[in-house]
């Protein structure tokens, strides 16, 4: 497997380590050469030297670059980042989940494969894997082997109840995410188990947790906090450290992604916050997420309509850009405010809080004095895809 990524990105151009957030912005004419490089057996140049040593540390071989290079070859469809969901089935049943059923179901091996190399194509280079759990797939990690073999940077979220476990160690281990995002639900047996109605889910949790810091795996920990947790913020925050893992807190409950209500009974009122102004976004533009059945959407909220790649193809994918714009002009829903005329919050959000009936202050982005809303995390410049998760699931 290669251990360099160069690859456009936005417009621009990167070099890449695999499992590290870090790179180096290089120019077009070097991209180019690098390329030349690869196709002709050819030695690495002296700044690509110079660049691999000072970023990682890593020396290059004298001759071909072919096996340590991927050239990632530019595409027309100008995305950079997507989410997939390779399943909705989870082992736990948490009560605020926004993903409703959570059916065990998604596209058979050679569908994954198919899907993997359109989302190449279609120029991603952050992918975050996400479920469900997605390590209880059963092609979790073919997949993400294969995500890695084309030349894609990989997040993987996950609740970690399989993280302690020998081959998911082994894979991490050997194929290392750029980051490892794990939901933490409590602080204690009792609680984190109330809370994922899982027995023995806070003792593997934990040993998850020990083991990828043994492992020094890239792990950022989102503390999910409903009415059932909120009494352990500050443990699950001392927990966090105690590991020496970095964190963020996630404490608004959104509706299903049906728009169902019922999640939004766990919502701990003493944390709902308010949340940050929208500025737009790039949803459907640069980045765009696939649910398990290969059904794109532009983020995880706005999942209607969609693009059905498995049977329409990549050269449908053009198409979320249109879909992103006319579900940002839509402004129903909001009669009575005397702000609607001039609002600027995200339309398929406030769509889906609207559809479940819920409270105007659980989803105006209007502005104002506004404390900082996690629920709408991001990842440093660079790195992987928005992650514009609807509710705090992992
Ligand atoms: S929900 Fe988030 S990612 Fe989706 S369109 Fe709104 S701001 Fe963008
Ligand atoms: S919130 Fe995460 S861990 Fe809990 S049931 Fe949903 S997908 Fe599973």
Same mark, same amino acid.
């Given at each position: 497997?290669? /251990?360099?990524?160069?690859?456009?990105?936005?417009?621009?151009?990167?070099?890449?380590?695999p499992g590290d957030v870090?790179?180096?912005?290089?120019?077009?004419?070097?991209?180019?050469?690098?390329?030349?490089?690869?196709?002709?057996?050819?030695?690495?140049?002296?700044?690509?030297?110079?660049? $691999?040593?000072?970023?990682?540390?890593?020396?290059?071989? &004298?001759?071909?670059?072919?096996?340590?290079?991927?050239?990632?070859?530019?595409?027309?469809?100008?995305? $950079?980042?997507?989410?997939?969901?390779?399943?909705?089935?989870?082992?736990?049943?948490? #009560?605020?989940?926004?993903?409703?059923? *959570? *059916?065990?179901?998604?596209?058979?091996?050679?569908?994954?494969?198919?899907?993997?190399?359109?989302?190449? &194509?279609?120029?991603?280079?952050w992918?975050?894997?996400?479920?469900?759990?997605?390590?209880?797939?059963?092609?979790?990690?073919?997949?993400?082997?294969?995500?890695?073999?084309?030349?894609?940077m990989v997040q !993987?979220?996950?609740?970690? /109840?399989?993280?302690?476990?020998?081959?998911?160690? #082994?894979?991490?281990?050997?194929?290392r995410p750029y980051r490892?995002?794990?939901?933490?639900?409590?602080? /204690?047996?009792?609680?984190?188990?109330?809370?994922?109605?899982?027995?023995?889910?806070?003792?593997?949790?934990?040993?998850?947790?020990?083991?990828?810091?043994?492992?020094?795996?890239p !792990?950022?920990?989102?503390?999910?906090?409903?009415?059932?947790?909120?009494?352990?913020?500050?443990?699950?925050?001392?927990?966090? &450290?105690?590991?020496?893992?970095?964190?963020? !807190?996630?404490?608004?409950?959104?509706?299903?992604?049906?728009?169902?209500?019922?999640?939004?009974?766990?919502?701990?009122?003493?944390?709902?916050?308010?949340?940050?102004?929208?500025?737009?976004?790039?949803?459907?533009?640069?980045?765009?997420?696939?649910?398990?059945?290969?059904?794109?959407?532009?983020?995880?909220?706005?999942?209607?309509?969609?693009? *059905?790649?498995?049977?329409?193809?990549?050269?449908?994918?053009?198409?979320?850009?249109?879909?992103?714009?006319?579900?940002?002009?839509?402004?129903?829903?909001?009669?009575?405010?005397?702000?609607?005329? /001039?609002?600027?919050?995200?339309?398929?959000?406030?769509?889906?809080?609207?559809?479940? *009936?819920?409270?105007?202050?659980?989803?105006?982005?209007?502005?104002?004095?506004?404390?900082?809303?996690?629920?709408?995390?991001?990842?440093?410049?660079?790195a992987g895809?928005? &992650?514009?998760?609807?509710?705090?699931?992992?």
């Amino acid at each position: 497997m290669h /251990s360099l990524i160069v690859s456009p990105f936005l417009g621009r151009h990167l070099l890449l380590r695999p499992g590290d957030v870090s790179g180096v912005r290089i120019s077009e004419h070097r991209y180019n050469a690098l390329r030349t490089v690869v196709a002709e057996h050819g030695p690495p140049p002296a700044w690509l030297r110079e660049a $691999a040593d000072r970023m990682w540390q890593m020396p290059l071989p &004298d001759v071909g670059l072919d096996r340590t290079l991927l050239v990632r070859e530019p595409s027309t469809y100008g995305f $950079a980042k997507a989410s997939w969901e390779i399943n909705l089935g989870c082992d736990y049943d948490c #009560e605020f989940c926004y993903l409703g059923e *959570k *059916k065990f179901a998604g596209l058979p091996w050679d569908g994954k494969a198919r899907l993997l190399e359109m989302l190449r &194509d279609a120029g991603v280079l952050w992918l975050q894997i996400t479920g469900g759990e997605a390590l209880i797939d059963r092609d979790f990690p073919a997949a993400y082997e294969y995500a890695h073999q084309l030349g894609m940077m990989v997040q !993987v979220s996950t609740n970690g /109840s399989r993280l302690h476990t020998r081959p998911i160690l #082994e894979l991490f281990g050997r194929l290392r995410p750029y980051r490892l995002t794990i939901s933490v639900y409590g602080a /204690s047996p009792e609680t984190y188990e109330a809370v994922t109605r899982n027995r023995g889910s806070f003792a593997r949790f934990t040993r998850g947790l020990a083991a990828a810091r043994d492992a020094g795996l890239p !792990v950022r920990l989102n503390v999910v906090v409903s009415d059932r947790n909120a009494h352990e913020v500050d443990r699950m925050r001392a927990l966090a &450290d105690s590991y020496g893992f970095p964190h963020h !807190v996630f404490s608004n409950i959104s509706p299903t992604i049906d728009g169902a209500a019922n999640p939004l009974a766990a919502q701990s009122r003493e944390y709902l916050k308010a949340r940050w102004p929208f500025n737009g976004c790039n949803a459907g533009h640069t980045f765009f997420h696939v649910n398990p059945h290969g059904i794109a959407s532009i983020c995880k909220v706005g999942r209607d309509p969609h693009v *059905k790649l498995m049977t329409e193809g990549i050269e449908a994918l053009p198409r979320l850009g249109r879909i992103a714009e006319s579900l940002q002009l839509r402004v129903g829903g909001c009669s009575g405010c005397t702000l609607s005329g /001039s609002c600027w919050t995200c339309r398929p959000l406030a769509k889906l809080y609207q559809d479940a *009936k819920a409270d105007r202050e659980r989803y105006c982005q209007h502005g104002g004095t506004k404390p900082h809303d996690p629920t709408h995390d991001s990842t440093p410049a660079g790195a992987g895809p928005a &992650d514009h998760r609807p509710t705090p699931a992992h």
